[in-house]
């Protein structure tokens, strides 16, 4: 009668709304497997949260006049799931941020600030904390291992569809663009298409825990070969400079845990051969360009060259528009208001500038809420008390692991060292799904350092393949 009665409403829905139909049914199927497996809501979660997907595939659905992600619901619920059901503790700095969200949050509808807009500022925040009590709970649990083939699948899959919307130009979830920078007065170019995806933040996750493990010699490069091949190809035609600031700060974690020279020189050799690699790519991309698929290679190698290394020099950031927007319109307006009220500041929801441009567009209905660098944003929002929070939350057990660690939990350190440096220059912690990946990462690096004096039980390191000799490291648990 169930399934009678489910199918109804199915149909009844696909003639309403295709796409809520859909919905509905993945609702379904997700509601039997976690009814018979209640640990496949932790998979599920990270799954619907990175998978890049084609952009006709439904990702959100409607909540009256709210827009919900399918991953929201989901990690929603393996916090009710891991509260119930592992018994590790939860940081007690975890409380103290959720506190500052809570009491600036009303502190912004006092002020009058406008309900949604609070709602824009916390709410990445929210899943934040949420994806670090769910991995301080079950980080260390047989779902960690578990959790490797996933990621495996997700990567795979997510550059299997970029591969495809890049030459195809399909549409994807995400961002797509030209990957020419946006410089003034320059002239149209057919440049590649810059693909930024939920995979794409992933595979930059993967790609930091992989390069301290190599680096510290915890695992051969050949033992993550099957993550690190999907997570390259994400992460290089994104065409993003923030990778590379990700990637150099993880490897120089792993120098600073490892303290060794032989980690430098083994650093030395691997900067060396990707160099020489992708210099013999940029060689012969051009001379391939008259073979089936040449053509494709070349203007990716050349987008590469041009935006991400080209961009990094200062001649190239005084006419880069992207970046002279966060300088001016960003920066140099955010800071006067943060010298209004620099140790509590102003509340979420608080607009720093005026609105500008078309009724609708990102500059006039959230650029005034928002910033790319995320610390000078925290501190317009909740003052040098929010940033102290924050930086006690995530900042200060990637330094404990820094200094005492086994050598295995570095990989979750340098990755959470590397979030930490990118959210310089783009706000890991309130973007999507960013602030869920960065806060899993972060509960890890609690799960690993936390209570020294208690037994030992094996660990899993996320993202690592089964039987590798970094796939094990040893933690002390509850």
């Not at 590790?88 to 600036?104: E, S």
């Not at 794409?200 to 930091?208: D, G, M, R, S």
């Amino acid at each position: 009668m169930l399934a009678t009665a489910g199918s109804a409403i199915f149909a009844a829905l696909s003639v309403v709304s295709p796409s809520t139909a859909l919905i509905g049914f993945i609702g379904i199927i997700v509601f039997v497997i976690v009814l018979k497996k209640p640990d496949a809501l932790i998979f599920l979660t990270l799954a619907s949260a990175t998978i890049t997907l084609p952009a006709f595939v439904p990702t959100s659905f409607s909540a009256g006049s709210v827009t919900v992600k399918l991953y929201e619901p989901l990690l929603m619920l393996s916090v009710v799931y891991s509260a119930f059901r592992y018994k590790n503790r939860a940081p007690m700095a975890l409380g103290a941020f959720a506190i500052l969200i809570l009491g600036w949050g009303a502190a912004g509808l006092l002020a009058g600030h406008e309900p949604s807009k609070i709602i824009y500022d916390t709410r990445n925040l929210i899943m934040l904390l949420a994806a670090c009590f769910v991995a301080c709970k079950v980080a260390g649990t047989d779902i960690t291992k578990r959790l490797v083939p996933w990621v495996t699948v997700v990567l795979w899959v997510s550059a299997a569809m970029t591969l495809l919307a890049s030459a195809t130009s399909l549409p994807l979830s995400g961002r797509s663009e030209e990957a020419a920078l946006p410089v003034s007065g320059a002239a149209a170019t057919d440049s590649a298409l810059r693909l930024i995806s939920p995979g794409t933040h992933l595979a930059l996750a993967v790609l930091c825990v992989a390069a301290v493990l190599v680096v510290a010699k915890k695992c051969r490069a050949k033992d993550v070969l099957q993550l690190v091949l999907p997570a390259v190809f994400l992460v290089f035609v994104s065409f993003s400079r923030n990778s590379i600031l990700g990637i150099s700060v993880a490897i120089l974690f792993a120098l600073l845990a490892s303290r060794n020279v032989r980690s430098t020189s083994r650093t030395a050799v691997y900067t060396l051969c990707a160099s020489a690699a992708f210099w013999i790519l940029t060689i012969s991309s051009s001379l391939l360009a008259n073979l089936p698929g040449g053509a494709w290679v070349d203007k990716q190698v050349g987008g590469f060259s041009e935006r991400v290394l080209g961009g990094l020099t200062s001649d190239t950031l005084a006419v880069d528009n992207s970046a002279q927007f966060r300088f001016q319109m960003e920066n140099a307006l955010i800071i006067p208001r943060i010298e209004e009220s620099p140790l509590l500041g102003h509340g979420f929801g608080y607009a720093y500038k005026l609105p500008s441009g078309v009724p609708g567009s990102f500059t006039a209905d959230f650029a005034p809420y928002y910033a790319h660098n995320f610390y000078l944003w925290i501190l317009v929002k909740a003052g040098a008390l929010g940033l102290i929070l924050f930086l006690w939350l995530a900042l200060a057990p990637t330094l404990r692991l820094l200094r005492t660690g086994p050598i295995s939990s570095h990989a979750v350190g340098g990755a959470t060292a590397a979030l930490l440096a990118t959210s310089f220059v783009a706000p890991i912690p309130i973007g999507s799904p960013t602030a869920l990946i960065f806060g899993a990462l972060i509960g890890c690096c609690y799960a690993f350092q936390n209570s020294q004096s208690q037994s030992q039980t094996r660990v899993v390191v996320p993202y690592l393949k089964p039987g590798s000799r970094a796939a094990v490291a040893t933690l002390r648990r509850s």
